[in-house]
């Protein structure tokens, strides 16, 4: 928040600070803050004197008191309105389970959605996706490595002594 002398009349005239001041100046904890801030900040007096004259125009209408005629006029236009509004009526069980069966439908499509979103990442990071699938099998004395292409066409076998592993 920038700091009051840097506001323009109508940014200090939407203040709620100020505008209290401007209404209740009654109020004596705001009034001396503002007076105090008018005292270091002399040249805002222009700038607070506009942004005063803001507040009071937009502060200056009053309410017109209504007569009685008035009054009951509002009071049984309210009534008639109220009268034509259709009755309210209960929700038939059967739509009701209708609907709670479609919020359960949607929950469970929605946790489906999740859950193949979660094995779809799991699967592509977990290299399945790649371009071969290699394993290893490990005999007593033998280490044969196999490698599979993607497309299957091609296959390397690697045979290896355990000993030239250690």
Same mark, same amino acid.
């Given at each position: 928040?920038?700091?009051?002398?840097?506001?323009? %009349?109508?940014?200090? %005239?939407?203040?709620?600070?100020?505008?209290?001041?401007?209404?209740?100046?009654?109020?004596?904890?705001?009034?001396?803050?503002?007076? $105090?801030?008018?005292?270091?900040?002399?040249?805002? =007096?222009?700038?607070? =004197?506009?942004?005063? +004259?803001?507040?009071?125009?937009?502060?200056?209408?009053?309410?017109?008191?209504?007569? !009685?005629e008035e009054t !009951?006029?509002?009071?049984?236009?309210?009534?008639? =309105?109220?009268?034509?509004?259709? +009755?309210?009526?209960?929700?038939?069980?059967?739509? /009701?389970?209708? %609907?709670?069966?479609w919020n359960f439908?949607?929950?469970? %499509? @929605?946790?489906?959605?999740?859950? @193949?979103?979660?094995?779809?990442?799991?699967?592509?990071?977990?290299?399945?996706? @790649?371009?071969?699938?290699? $394993? *290893?099998?490990?005999?007593?004395?033998?280490?044969? $490595?196999? *490698?599979?292409? $993607?497309?299957? *066409?091609s296959k390397e076998?690697?045979?290896?002594?355990?000993? =030239?592993? /250690?």
């Open positions: 928040m920038k700091p009051y002398s840097e506001y323009t %009349a109508e940014e200090l %005239a939407t203040e709620r600070l100020f505008i209290r001041w401007i209404r209740h100046p009654e109020d004596s904890p705001i009034r001396i803050f503002w007076e $105090q801030w008018l005292q270091k900040h002399p040249h805002m =007096s222009g700038t607070v =004197s506009s942004a005063r +004259e803001l507040v009071r125009s937009v502060s200056d209408w009053e309410l017109e008191e209504m007569s !009685g !009951g006029s509002l009071w049984n236009r309210i009534r008639t =309105s109220i009268e034509l509004l259709p +009755e309210i009526e209960r929700l038939d069980p059967s739509l /009701k389970a209708l %609907a709670t069966n439908l949607r929950w469970s %499509a @929605g946790i489906l959605v999740v859950i @193949g979103l979660f094995l779809g990442v799991v699967f592509w990071e977990s290299g399945a996706s @790649g371009n071969s699938f290699s $394993q *290893t099998i490990m005999c007593e004395n033998d280490t044969l $490595q196999v *490698t599979v292409n $993607q497309d299957s *066409t076998i690697e045979r290896k002594n355990r000993s =030239s592993l /250690k």
